[in-house]
């Protein structure tokens, strides 16, 4: 199994805009970071996992080849905005429509903004996205392994934490971004994997995400063979992540890679 970190920012970015903060006029490129979405190829499955405004840089940058399916983990215009380039995805499939795996509230948000891809074949001219809407299940069985999912607490609404088993080596990494807390059930489901990215916002407390100290207190409890912490606000710098618990391994960064 293969992860890529196409981003690892938060709703802002970093930089900001108009903030001139020792982050922000960093000139270490791993505090250059885009907003949060990750890649993952599963034994030759290629998935992607939310679009940000920033996807067709993020895809262009680490030269992805290809999507097979894609996961909304929420509705947010930060993971959501760059839909509308999966286009290119589309075309290159042979049927031209790429699944797209969401809960509820997704589902309306993909509705509402991308009406146009949602249209039969023949509806609509050629060159256009064309997504299969599919509600996420708990478990989702493929032939190249198996993606859980479980809901985790995001303020008004429920987020997508995601546990991929890849078949042929039985690697499992979990990826449970933009959450205030991780349940109990959701801390079970990714119990002992062999990675963690999980979000971990900032020092400070935050009403709908993990600050960094509650992420420590989460992966202590995972147990995960390594733990990272993606999400990252303009309050640190990536080489902050250096002095967390032994727990945390780091953060991540844009461009980042693992194989399992």
């Given at each position: ?44 499955l ?21 999507i ?100 042929s ?26 990675l ?23 992966a ?12 990252i ?28």
């Amino acid at each position: 199994m293969e992860i890529i970190v196409l981003g690892s920012g938060t709703s802002h970015g970093v930089p900001m805009i108009a903030c001139e903060c020792a982050v922000c006029t960093s000139a270490d490129p791993r505090d250059q970071r885009t907003r949060a979405s990750i890649h993952v190829v599963m034994d030759g499955l290629c998935i992607q996992v939310d679009a940000t405004p920033e996807f067709r840089l993020q895809v262009l940058r680490e030269r992805i080849p290809a999507i097979d399916l894609f996961i909304l983990t929420h509705g947010h215009a930060d993971h959501m905005l760059g839909m509308d380039d999966l286009r290119r995805y589309c075309d290159l499939r042979p049927d031209g429509t790429l699944p797209v795996y969401c809960n509820g509230e997704g589902e309306e948000r993909i509705r509402a903004v991308y009406p146009y891809a949602l249209a039969p074949r023949g509806e609509k001219p050629d060159g256009y996205a064309r997504f299969d809407l599919r509600a996420m299940p708990p478990r989702l069985e493929l032939p190249q392994g198996t993606i859980e999912s479980t809901l985790l607490p995001h303020g008004r609404v429920e987020t997508l934490g995601l546990v991929f088993t890849e078949r042929s080596t039985g690697a499992r990494f979990a990826y449970y971004t933009d959450c205030k807390t991780v349940p109990p059930a959701a801390r079970q489901l990714a119990q002992g994997a062999d990675l963690l990215i999980l979000d971990g916002l900032r020092p400070t407390p935050h009403v709908t995400h993990l600050s960094i100290s509650e992420a420590q207190a989460e992966a202590v409890q995972i147990k995960a063979r390594e733990s990272y912490l993606t999400h990252i606000a303009h309050a640190v710098n990536h080489v902050y992540g250096d002095s967390l618990m032994p727990e945390i391994n780091g953060f991540v960064y844009d461009g980042w890679r693992r194989e399992l």
